[in-house]
């Protein structure tokens, strides 16, 4: 019985040994996700992936709940506590992915 308790420890080291290098590009890619949700969530514009022009994050939002807020577009609805995730540019109506 004690020699299948250490095959069993075996068997787990191996897995996360030969997990850990996959885990660690996956939490390379959530950290880098993470700066440039934070870097938009303090900057008033980006530039839109289609023409370029710069489109404010700052004004006045409608939340998919109906309630209109004023204020950044990365800050949370004051009724539902949705963020939204895209904008819309008004030059040329194409929407761009914020989050």
Do not use: Q
Not at 31 to 39: A, E, N, S
Not at 43 to 55: A, E, F, L, Q
Not at 74 to 79: A, D, E, G, L
Not at 90 to 98: K, Q, Y
């Amino acid at each position: 019985m004690a020699a299948i308790k250490h095959w069993r420890w075996f068997f787990v080291v191996m897995a996360y040994i030969l997990a850990s290098p996959f885990l660690l590009v996956w939490g390379v890619i959530k950290g880098i996700r993470y700066v440039h949700t934070l870097t938009n969530a303090v900057t008033p514009t980006i530039n839109c992936s289609n023409c370029h022009s710069p489109v404010s994050l700052v004004g006045l939002w409608r939340c998919g709940c109906g309630f209109t807020y004023r204020g950044h577009l990365m800050h949370p609805c004051p009724i539902c506590h949705r963020v939204p995730r895209v904008v819309r540019c008004h030059r040329c109506n194409v929407t761009t992915r914020v989050a």
